[in-house]
């Protein structure tokens, strides 16, 4: 009976401890899940700040490759790798520089684009332009001209932000709430200066971007904002470039003009017969005079339409750099 007795107490004692531990092991699960449960998202602060928002201004930009140049007599002569030739083309026009980073008053142009076998950079030869006011000595840099955009997005270098060495702006798109979102998205950088940044159009852009971001800034946050209208640098040196390059095709228009004048009107060292009806050559002597006479007449006309047209080029340029 005692036998029996301590036997049935075992066996209680048993379920009790497998019990504990069965319970111990379940509990010990629960917390195990509990702990490995992904932490809730980092709560986002409230924003009070009202930032500047902006479509980007727009404006004619050149794209260009950097050049050293060694000129000899009247011939540059520059080395590139092939990735930072691979946009070069002989005919292409180059803008020169002196040892100031001062822009000179004349160009040069890409004249051949070679190989090297031995190394395989690329050897470049540029021709300056013939000018006897800056002599090529002062010539010491040059930048190619591979291309140019004649309406590009620019947006000011404080909209800029660099994130793991990628450039990336604030976008800001509109809620139908009525108020504002920004968005962090990369930015496809043309070309950046000390005072601006040009990016490649995005077709599905708000073409509405936040002016001066700051580090309270979340991606996807409504935001407070000011709208404004950036109107860009006021002269670039694309824009200086330009007028520059204007400037240089109206001189050879005028330089040609002045020379088709001096080879078609023929020099009169004599005075002409007097015309009577008489003379058997009278007929071809007024002939004569009358082309003279229309030459002239014509070559005014076409000199009067060039200064129109140079007096417009220059109030166009002068609004589209305003």
Not at 251 to 266: A, D, G, W, Y
């Amino acid at each position: 009976m005692h036998a029996s007795r301590r036997i049935l107490i075992g066996i209680i004692a048993v379920l009790i401890v497998g019990a504990g531990l069965a319970t111990g092991t379940y509990l010990s699960r629960e917390n195990t899940v509990t702990q490995t449960t992904a932490p809730a998202s980092e709560k986002i602060e409230p924003n009070f700040t009202t930032y500047d928002i902006s479509p980007a201004s727009r404006g004619a930009v050149i794209i260009t490759v950097d050049v050293a140049l060694n000129v000899t007599d009247d011939m540059g002569y520059a080395t590139l790798t092939q990735q930072e030739a691979a946009e070069v083309k002989t005919g292409q026009r180059v803008l020169l520089y002196n040892t100031h980073g001062d822009i000179l008053g004349k160009f040069g142009a890409v004249e051949t684009v070679t190989v090297d076998p031995a190394n395989g950079h690329v050897n470049i030869t540029i021709k300056p332009d013939k000018d006897k006011a800056v002599p090529n000595d002062l010539v010491t840099r040059g930048k190619i001209i591979t291309g140019d955009i004649s309406n590009a997005p620019r947006l000011p270098l404080a909209a800029l932000v660099e994130k793991d060495g990628t450039p990336h702006i604030w976008e800001v798109s509109a809620n139908e709430d009525g108020t504002n979102s920004a968005y962090f998205k990369p930015a496809d950088v043309v070309r950046k200066t000390d005072s601006f940044i040009v990016i490649n159009e995005d077709p599905n852009s708000s073409n509405m971007f936040v002016l001066n971001p700051d580090s309270a800034l979340r991606d996807g946050q409504a935001i407070n904002v000011k709208k404004i209208l950036y109107a860009g640098p006021e002269l670039t040196e694309e824009g200086r470039v330009m007028v520059m390059i204007k400037k240089r095709q109206r001189i050879l228009v005028e330089e040609n003009t002045k020379s088709f004048l001096r080879m078609s009107t023929p020099v009169i060292s004599q005075p002409l017969p007097t015309i009577n009806s008489c003379n058997p050559h009278a007929k071809i002597t007024t002939d004569f005079i009358n082309k003279i006479k229309n030459i002239s007449v014509q070559e005014e006309i076409k000199r009067r339409a060039a200064r129109r047209e140079a007096k417009q080029e220059m109030k166009k340029e002068k609004q589209e750099s305003e």
